[in-house]
């Protein structure tokens, strides 16, 4: 007797598109790539991390450079 278990994807696709650009959240200027996925009515935030080919940070993000997120998203 088998059970039919559903699929689950465990890597689902999070972000349509990646632009790389630095973080000014203080005085460091570390790479950060910033995930954009397209939901219609134009592109929305989906998360930031460290961009590994930058010379300052190899792919290293703080906090605060992570949290900056909340700075484009809350009211």
Known sequence: MSLDQPQIDLSPKVSDEIRKTTCYMCACRCGI?????DVGN????RYIDGNPEHPLNQGVI???GASGIMKQVSP
């Open 33 to 37: 790539r910033v995930h954009l996925r």
């Open 62 to 64: 703080c906090a605060k």
């Open 42 to 45: 134009g592109p929305e935030l």
